[in-house]
């Protein structure tokens, strides 16, 4: 147990050493039916992949929906399939979700 402690404290170390030059983000999910966020973050964006085309494996870039907000979140998506709402996404059954 000791050995197993002292490798995890020494990864922390280390990762707390190296450093990052980038802000820390929360990603969450909200309950079903919801379609916009409830958080209550200083800046928050919401991606709903509604102006994305219904395809498989897609990669792209969204700002989203923060480009006209003093601080614009990016972010980029690789593999993503999207769908047409259904049963198992798409808040009240209409836009597009994902798997």
């Known amino acids: 147990m000791f050995s197993l402690r002292k490798t995890v ?8 050493i190296a450093g990052s030059a980038h802000a820390a983000f929360l990603v969450t999910y909200e309950a079903p039916g919801v379609v916009n966020t409830t958080t209550s973050f200083d800046y928050k964006g919401v ?3 509604d102006s994305r085309d219904v395809a498989n494996n897609q990669t792209f870039t969204t700002d989203f929906g923060t480009a006209s907000d003093p601080i614009t979140i990016t972010g980029s998506y690789t593999g993503v399939d999207i769908y047409k709402a259904d049963l198992w996404g798409g808040a009240g059954n209409t ?4 798997r």
């Open 9 to 16: 404290l020494s990864a922390v170390a280390s990762a707390m």
């Open 47 to 49: 991606e709903n992949f």
């Open 95 to 98: 836009g597009k979700t994902t």
